[in-house]
């Protein structure tokens, strides 16, 4: 190889070349077979959905989103694709997508070793599922890669064994908010669990556990609220074990036109903007349930990497300016 390297150049060769990257990649294709193989299983299709469109997933907990000018209009880069999702099932009953998100996180995310600002999500959605069926499928989703990782890995990640079996517990929202203010943290009750608040939840766990049931000012508007709950959603998070946080945010979805209107707007978000998703709405979509995993949060607790920058053959961190 010749020419002059900068410092860009370095490490990106660093990166690639590193044998903790390439083991890294290399078992996160283990990772999507199993998972593609389980959701298959499960009479899920997978679909490949846009990766631009004129509005996106608002409910990304204070990260931004990338405008991008599409012939004079304003579009968005997909922060996820939960729109998308649940319109396609009028294509089909059960689906899928692997699809690359861009969210902005905040500066202070760059050294958490969990936040990349692009990253990829396995993203499921449910026709006709309740909160309790899709946290199952998130269980198996999970359970199934730490199975195939294991046949591989189990030797340097003992602990692969015991995700692999499932069975992780459910917590509410409400009784891990009562255990974060006994741990001496400040946790508003109907506010956001914070990353620091739920890397110490989660050092309390040696599995996956889910929260469920979010306070509503806490999520976005296609999170249903909870009819015999008010205030309080259908949805969880799923948190891993061993202090490495949230893999997996999902929940049933709002169906009714007039209350996601609604939701729109108590969310501060312009229902004008959301015309196409609205229209589907109005005319009909089916109530489903769904959620998504991060692919790089996943691949980095199964292997137990102290990065998750290891995970990505580009990663990208808040602030840093890179490939
Ligand atoms: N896509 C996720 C969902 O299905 C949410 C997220 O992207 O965080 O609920
Ligand atoms: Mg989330």
């Known amino acids: 190889m010749t020419g002059e390297t900068t410092e860009v150049d370095m490490d990106v060769r660093r990166h690639l070349t590193s044998e903790v990257t390439r083991t890294t990649l290399r078992l996160q294709q283990t990772i999507l077979a199993a998972v593609r193989a389980y959701l298959a299983g499960l009479g899920c299709t997978e679909v490949l959905l846009p990766i631009v469109g004129p509005v996106t997933d608002p409910g990304s907990r204070g990260a931004k989103q990338v405008d991008i000018d599409y012939y004079g209009h304003r579009y968005k880069l997909m922060t996820s694709a939960i729109l998308y999702k649940q319109a396609t099932l009028l294509a089909f009953d059960r689906i899928f997508c692997v699809a ?176 196409w998703y609205l229209d589907l709405v109005r005319t009909g979509l089916p109530a489903s349930a769904g959620f998504g995993i991060g692919l790089e949060r996943l691949t980095r607790y199964l292997l137990g990497l102290p990065e998750v920058t290891a995970a990505s053959a580009f990663p990208k961190l808040a602030g840093v300016v890179s490939p």
């Not at 990349?116 to 599922?129: K, N, R, Y």
């Not at 309790?132 to 989703?141: D, F, K, N, Q, W």
């Open 100 to 275: 690359p998100n861009v969210r902005l996180e905040p500066m202070e995310t760059a050294g958490t070793g969990r936040h990349l600002t692009e990253f990829h999500q396995i993203d499921v959605e449910l026709a006709g599922a309740s909160r309790e069926e899709a946290m199952g499928v998130a269980e198996g989703v999970v359970a199934a890669a730490a199975g195939a990782v294991a046949t591989e890995f189990a030797a340097a990640r003992p602990a692969l064994g015991a995700v692999a079996t499932g069975g992780y517990t459910r917590l509410s929202y409400r009784d891990a908010v009562r255990e974060l203010v006994a741990l001496g943290v400040r946790q508003d009750d109907g506010a956001e669990i914070n990353w620091q608040a739920e890397k110490l939840l989660s050092d309390r766990f040696a599995k996956p556990f889910f929260l469920v049931g979010y306070p509503k000012g806490s999520r976005g508007f296609y999170d249903r609220e909870d009819q015999d709950d008010p205030g309080w959603l259908r949805n969880f998070d799923l948190l891993a074990g061993e202090g490495y946080g949230e893999l997996a945010s999902g929940g049933e979805r709002e169906s009714d036109y007039a209350r996601v209107v609604t939701r729109m707007r108590e969310t501060g978000e312009n229902p004008a903007k959301y015309a």
